[in-house]
């Protein structure tokens, strides 16, 4: 294919690229998508546990971490929630929202993909898989893309790459790469909604708790989020660790109240008053997990009966449920991550278009650009809204 000419070259076939090229073709243009995988969509595939965990109904700003979070308004504004269920609908794919407004496909994620791919073939998008990007250059047209197999000549340049989380699937750096070589900043990138690890030695340790799970509010860096927490051998997911880990550096500590809502000092009290010989494992674990109960009063070396503890020892068992505080010594990675943060710095962008406000031509959408979201549908909802951006200007 030496010598074709394209009016616009994605570089990435996941749920940003797909989007953009499906726009892009809907409006005439000759787009081709390239990437280095042989399966289109692959994350879409497993995300929600191969539900698709769409988008969520109440996305805003809020929702999303970035140097600049007001970016992502202009986008989510073009193209938002109500938007991508009804077209997945209008498509015939099954869609239900479940607890904290999160849509999810009632059948397989895969769906999802076949519709983008449908629509892309409608639109005369041309794909090629298995294409490594040795290098890209500017031309004298717009953009040179070089693989092992051709040159790729393009108008218009879209890097929809994505992150590094889940390298089994391929992830790569291409896309920071590629700005820092036409001079953008690059955030910082980091594993982003992945479990903590926690010192072997501690408090709580995931050898003596696995597969526990509790409800529980989780504080760090002046940012908190509630829900299930869940012990592993290594430290602790679940949705509430994940959901902080975005915001978690190392060598910080994390702060958990493992019994939100029910203020303990008060039930020990009460406790003490109606039943004073009932023991204090008793009382506690009528409240959490027997496990996690008698690995608490172990560590503390509390046991008995109610009337025989001191009010300054019953004070101190409430101060290490609602106040446990650890120290994680780092997160399980890439290989774990739902996502990346960080990124190409969005104040290179035009938050309209997601093209760069210095190289005409070149965009950057997705998770390769330093909007990171909550769990909950909001990663997806920034891939289907930055790439609808671009696709409507390419």
Known sequence: MNGAHWDVIVLGAGAAGLMCALEAGRRG?????????????AKICI???????????????????????????AALGQFGAEQVVHRLTRAGIAVEERPGGQYFCVGS??????????????????????QSVQRVEQAAAGFAVHTQQAVWQGHSLVVASGGLSFPALGASDLGYRLARQWGLTVVPTRPGLVPLLLPRSGFLTGETLAGLAVEASVHCQKVRFSGPLLFTHRGLSGPVILQ???HWRAGEPVRINLLPGVALESVF?????CNPRQE???????????????AILNHLAIAGRMAEIADARLRQLAEAVHRWTVTPTGTEGYRLAEVTTG?????????????CRTIPGLYFIGEVVDITGQLGGYNLQWAWSSGYAAGQWV
Request: hydrophobic fraction near 35%; charge should be positive; glycine fraction near 10%.
């Open 269 to 273: 009290r009460h406790a003490r008053a």
């Open 343 to 355: 990124g190409v710095d969005t104040a290179h962008l035009a938050s309209k278009t997601m093209e």
């Open 47 to 73: 995300s929600g546990g191969g539900h698709c965990n769409l988008t969520n109904r109440t996305v805003s700003k809020n929702h999303y971490l970035s140097l600049h979070p007001g970016f992502c308004t």
């Open 244 to 246: 902080i880990s975005s």
């Open 109 to 130: 994620a895969r769906q999802v993909v076949t519709w983008l791919l449908e629509g892309c073939r409608s639109a005369q998008v041309e794909f090629h898989l298995g």
């Open 29 to 41: 243009r000759r787009v081709l998508v390239l990437d280095h995988g042989s399966q289109p969509g």
């Open 280 to 294: 204090v494992a008793t009382v506690l674990s009528q409240h959490l997990p027997r496990r996690l109960t008698h």
